[in-house]
């Protein structure tokens, strides 16, 4: 079935260091994918998406291509900062199902001043 | 975006009583929404899928005699936690979708439940 691997946590950095957090997926077809981030006490907030092979999605600074070639979704920033902090989730939304949505575990980002 | 707001956001019962928590777009019509539970330091788990003027559909191992789900019109939906229990605390968070398979999720802020 359909499903998120994502990178296992927690990850701590100091300000303005690269962040790099790892997303595979499997599925049939061609699902959409998402990175969502929690705020500590907070819903889930859209940070980016991509909804076909090769898009780029990007927020904030952050940014994700969507690889269909290696099935991944990695979530990309080139210098964090301590607002940064927070779960990030990795999800895909299959084609034509309407309804699913797969999440990952979440990784826990800390960034220290 | 869309806006999806959840209410309470936190609530604190005694054991056996129910609690209801309500999940509100509002700014665009979902027929559909979505109810999530998430333990500490975990992913969301689906618990059930809210459809406007039907019954919910749960996901396999939730109760749906213990989690009322209620879908009164397409801009609420209802999660009643009855006869809730210590175990049952827990953040539970609501979504919706907009139209189109592409269309992404908006979730709610969260209700996080705390039973004595």
């Known amino acids: 079935g359909d499903s998120v691997t994502q990178m296992e946590g927690p990850v701590t950095l100091s300000e303005e260091a690269f962040l790099t957090i790892n997303c595979t997926y499997t599925a049939t077809g061609y699902p959409s994918l998402f990175w969502y981030v929690q705020y500590p006490g907070e819903g889930l907030q859209l940070l980016l998406k991509a909804t076909k092979a090769d898009d780029k999605g990007s927020n904030k600074g952050f940014e994700a291509t969507y690889r269909k070639e290696t099935t991944s979704f990695h979530l990309e920033k080139g210098s964090v900062q301590v607002s940064d902090s927070a779960v990030y989730f990795c999800a895909l939304s299959p084609r034509n199902t309407g309804n699913q949505f797969y999440f990952g575990t979440g990784t826990s980002l800390t960034v220290i001043p | 975006g869309a806006v999806v707001s959840q209410h309470p956001s936190r609530v604190i019962c005694k054991s056996g009583t129910s609690v209801k928590i309500e999940c509100r777009s509002l700014?665009?019509?979902?027929?559909?929404m979505f109810w999530y539970r998430q333990f500490p330091k975990q992913s969301l788990m689906l618990m059930a899928t809210s459809n406007e003027g039907s019954k919910a559909t749960y996901e396999q191992g939730v109760e749906k005699d213990k989690f009322l789900i209620n879908h009164a019109s397409l801009t609420l939906s209802t999660l009643t936690v009855t006869s809730a229990h210590p175990e049952d605390s827990s953040f539970y968070i609501c979504?919706?979708?907009?139209?189109?398979?592409?269309?992404?999720?908006?979730f709610g802020e969260g209700s996080r439940l705390t039973v004595l």
């Open positions: 700014d665009f019509q979902a027929t559909t």
């Open positions: 979504s919706a979708r907009t139209a189109g398979s592409t269309g992404e999720l908006f």
